[in-house]
């Protein structure tokens, strides 16, 4: 089950009940190895407008750095698509890493199969 807290959203926005259930979707393939995601939005500007919405995910995988990402938009929820992107790539980069790695033993490790 992945534990996702929101920070920074105000009780009052309907976007907050959309915005969890799309992160669970994107994070679906993550079920048994994520422990954590965090969602924050936050506005740099308050009440003064503009390009001011910042929202932030950070998703903590076992055995591997947090992967963090971060976006500006006018509004929360375009804020929210351009972070979830990012980290749709994140996380597409550190599978491939972590495929990779597998793929090539290392160098003492493939010395003792030589060995014996």
């Known amino acids: 089950m992945i534990r996702v807290e929101v920070l920074g959203l105000p009780a009052h926005l309907a976007a907050g009940a ?7 979707t994107a994070l679906g393939a993550l079920a048994g190895r994520a422990t954590r ?5 936050v506005d740099d500007n308050g009440p003064k407008g ?8 950070s998703v903590k995988l076992p055995g591997r750095a947090v992967i963090h990402v ?3 938009a006018t509004t929360p929820a375009l804020a929210f698509d351009a972070a979830l992107a990012r980290l749709e790539r994140g996380l597409a980069r550190a599978r491939l890493a972590s495929r990779e790695g597998r793929r090539h ?7 003792r199969l030589a060995r014996g």
């Open 18 to 24: 959309r915005l969890v259930p799309r992160l669970r």
């Open 105 to 111: 033993p290392k160098k003492y490790y493939a010395a």
């Open 37 to 41: 995601v965090r969602l924050r939005l």
């Open 70 to 72: 971060e976006a500006v």
């Open 50 to 57: 503009g390009v001011a919405t910042r929202c932030a995910l």
